[in-house]
């Protein structure tokens, strides 16, 4: 355990910053919801910043970690009936009449179990690896793997309906418009 | 319909960016709000539970305070000082008002002490109190 300056604070804040902000924003899919927990995530570092133990890893999954908690308390307060990580859980279509592609996939990305969602975030987005992952979220590497396997079943089956049409969402992404 | 293979997935994923933070997600470090601002944008949670609790007693104390009598301040009785009265010198003076203390004759029981007033002194009517009971005689004149 050592000791974090407020200048090692103030960098901390300055390099992480958008990677919890992001990380937030994909598991809740608010805005504002986000920025209160990137908020509240860096408050509990500078309240509590002999948490950070450099050893256990790196600061920015430090920050991630507390995102995360902070994330699935959240998820917890507003779905007090469901449970976190569904492993029976199958997506549904999207709609994508008049949703931009990217909304699109947002939309079946946050519709995933929470257990599922965040993994796939950290690995897919973060760029996090399994072995850092299953750290981060306190579980084995073999149950990590299992959940991001899981999660890319369902969005597989999510967003069949996006299927050979990477050209048209090339085009359509770089215009903003909407897939009709 | 056929699920998408790993390459479109990856190529799917992609298209989702997200936003970097706002501006407005300050470091929460230094001083650069003052207490105002703080005191303007700070939240309190509170659970229902208890906030309903608060409610409820707040609601009772108002209740039980409006239904006590308002207490009714008494103005401090405004006791004029007595005028000074120097004593008057005579060759005979007369006898004090206060000496004067009629008893009826058939009066039954302790008879109230009885003060004895040295001729020059002030008599003062402190400590006086009404008789507790009154024999009404009525004489008729012939």
């Known amino acids: ?180 | 319909m056929e699920p998408l293979n790993d390459r479109e997935l990856d190529q799917l994923l992609r298209q989702w960016q997200a936003p970097a933070a706002p501006r407005t997600l300050g470091a929460p470090f230094g001083h650069n709000a003052s207490w105002w601002q703080w005191l303007w944008s700070a939240k309190l949670q509170v659970p229902v539970p208890v906030g309903f609790a608060v409610l409820v007693a707040g609601a009772g104390l108002w209740a039980y305070m409006g239904s006590q009598p308002t207490p009714q301040i008494q103005p401090k009785a405004n006791v004029p000082a007595r005028p000074r009265i120097s004593p008057v010198e005579s060759s005979t003076p007369a006898a004090p008002a206060a000496a004067w203390n009629p008893a009826p004759k058939n009066e039954q029981g302790p008879r109230p002490e009885q003060r004895s007033v040295s001729p020059g002194e002030v008599p003062s009517l402190a400590g006086f109190q009404p008789v507790n009971q009154v024999k009404t005689r009525i004489v008729v004149q012939r």
């Open chain 1, 1 to 180: 355990m050592t000791r974090v300056t407020n200048s090692e604070l103030k960098a901390a804040f300055e390099e992480h910053k958008d990677a919890v902000y992001r990380f937030a924003w994909r598991m809740t899919g608010s805005p504002a919801v986000a920025e209160d927990i990137a908020q509240e995530v860096f408050l509990s570092l500078v309240r509590q910043p002999q948490r950070f133990d450099p050893v256990r890893g790196t600061m920015r999954s430090f920050l991630l970690a507390i995102a995360r908690n902070l994330s699935l308390k959240r998820w917890r307060d507003e779905h007090p009936w469901e449970e976190l990580g569904e492993e029976d859980y199958s997506c549904d279509p999207i709609d994508p009449v008049r949703i931009e592609l990217g909304e699109v996939v947002g939309k079946a990305v946050q519709s995933l179990p929470p257990l599922q969602r965040e993994v796939l975030i950290l690995y897919e987005y973060e760029e996090f690896t399994l072995d850092q992952i299953a750290r981060l979220v306190a579980a084995e590497i073999g149950t990590v793997k299992s959940r991001l396997h899981r999660a890319r079943e369902n969005l597989k089956r999510a967003l069949a309906h996006l299927g050979n049409r990477e050209t048209v969402n090339k085009s359509r992404s770089t215009n903003h418009g909407t897939i009709k």
